[in-house]
Structures are given as structure tokens and as C-alpha cells.
Nanobody, 122 residues
């Protein structure tokens, strides 16, 4: 059971990036999926979460209107589209799967992908 995250990198302020999180060895259909991030010296925080069937979403206040989480259960993949990126979005981003319908807290998530660095800088 693995989550494979891709995307991320270096982007200028105002730019965009898209993350993908694919399930390997299991199907994501029955799992809530969340994206979390951790900046140096800060605690891990939830960025965006989506319920197992996609009917519910959660966004951290600072990313509302800029980030969009979506899922394609046929492709077994969850996406995080990030636009209007700011330097304060710089962090290591993680995708996670929780064996519940919907969850917003990190402790509710069971499986974690590898972290992916996002750096927003000019």
C-alpha cells in the first residue's frame, strides 16, 4: 500500500502547480484523501481534504479560492491544483489517505506519501 505523489518544485509568486497523488496496491475509492504541508519550524497543517466520493471538501483558510482538490477514482488519483502561489505556501507537501469517508485532521489519516517540496520564490 503506497501513495505516490508527483508535482511540486520551484515556482515564482503568482504561479501555479499541480500535484497528483496515486494509489499503488490499493484503490482510493473508499478513502478520504488529504493534502498536508509542513514549513520549516512549523507544525504540519491540513491544506485540503476530499471525501471518498468527492462530495465534501475542506480548505484551510489561507488557500481558499486558490487551491482546488479533486479526485478521479477511475484513475485512482487525487489532484491538488494550486494557483496564485505565495511565498508563504513554501513547504513540504504530503498526500495522505484515511480509511474514513471524510477527515480533516492528520491523526485520522492512515497512509502517507513521500513529501514533495514546493518553493515559491522570485
Amino acid at each position: 500500500v503506497q501513495l505516490q505523489a508527483s508535482g511540486g518544485g520551484l515556482v515564482q509568486p503568482g504561479g501555479s502547480l499541480q500535484f497528483s497523488c496515486a494509489g499503488s496496491g490499493f484503490t482510493l475509492d473508499y478513502y478520504a484523501i488529504g493534502w498536508f504541508r509542513q514549513a520549516p519550524g512549523k507544525q504540519r497543517e491540513g491544506v485540503a481534504c476530499i471525501s471518498s466520493r468527492g462530495e465534501n471538501t475542506f480548505y484551510e483558510d489561507s488557500v481558499k479560492g486558490r487551491f482546488t482538490i479533486s479526485r478521479d477514482n477511475v484513475k485512482n488519483t487525487v489532484y491538488l491544483q494550486m494557483t496564485s502561489l505565495k511565498p508563504e505556501d513554501t513547504a513540504v507537501y504530503y498526500c495522505a489517505a484515511g480509511s474514513v469517508r471524510f477527515a480533516t485532521r492528520a491523526r485520522e489519516y492512515d497512509y502517507w506519501g513521500q513529501g514533495t517540496q514546493v518553493t515559491v520564490s522570485s
